[in-house]
Structure formats: C-alpha cells, structure tokens
C-alpha cells in the first residue's frame, strides 16, 4: 500500500482559475491564491488524521476521521459538512456545502510513491493540481 502521510509540493495545476470561478470566488482571492505554490502535509495518529496546506498567505489545517463527517470552514468562505473515506490509494473528500446557493465540491487525491494527484469537481468545472512528495 501507498503511505499517504509525508510533505508534498505543488508542481502543476490545470483548469485552477475556471474552478474558483465556479466556486464564486472573488477576483482577489483568486489572484493571490494562483499566485502561491501550496505545500501539502499529512499526518496520522491513532486513527486522527492532519491535512495541513501552508502557502505564503496562510497555513490551513483540517482535522478528520475516516468515514466521520464534520464541519469545516473552506479557504474560499463556505462553511461545509465533510466527510474522508479511503478506497485503495485514494482518499475522497466530499464537501456539502451548509448554505443554500453555495456550491458542493469532490475532493479526489490519489497517491503514488511519487506524490499525489489531487482532483476538484464542482458544478461542472474539475481542477487538477501535481503535487510532488518531498
């Protein structure tokens, strides 16, 4: 099996800008959030899990159990009900969003020896970042 947990770098994305824009998010914002270059840590610990994304504006940390919802406030502004699960060597975040008129977003990170690939789908505009493992 992949080890998921580690620090990865962001080395692409695609489609980034056209994603945010179906998210509603703001010109600001998506200015200074194509301007930065995330750096990605996982951790696990007796079943508790740590996706920490530091990027030069702000270091974002999400907390979860496997297969256990919670609520998370986004970095664009949505607050949401979200749920990990694990199938194989992917782990598939699912965020529904609280607010009526907000959107949803899927979550896909699949992870190789070399890093992951982290795909975002919402409302039609899907979003895939590289990210390297250092």
Avoid: H
């Avoid at 980034?16 to 998506?30: D, M, W």
């Avoid at 200015?31 to 994304?53: L, Q």
């Avoid at 986004?74 to 907000?102: F, H, P, S, W, Y």
Wanted: glycine share 6%; hydrophobic share 35%; charged share 30%.
């Amino acid at each position: 099996m992949v080890q998921f947990t580690g620090n990865y770098e962001q080395t692409s994305r695609e489609n980034y800008e056209e994603f945010l824009k179906a998210l509603n998010v703001g010109l600001i914002l998506r200015k200074a959030a194509n301007s930065s270059t995330p750096v990605m840590i996982f951790t696990e610990e007796d079943g508790n899990w740590t996706r920490t994304i530091k990027t030069i504006l702000k270091t974002m940390e999400t907390k979860f159990r496997l297969g256990e919802e919670f609520e998370e406030d986004t970095t664009d502004g949505r607050k949401c009900k979200t749920t990990v699960i694990m199938e194989g060597n992917k782990l598939i975040l699912t965020q529904k969003a609280m607010k009526a008129g907000e959107k949803d977003v899927l979550d896909v990170m699949e992870f190789t020896e070399d890093g992951l690939t982290m795909t975002w789908t919402t409302d039609g505009a899907v979003c895939t970042q590289i990210f390297k493992r250092t």
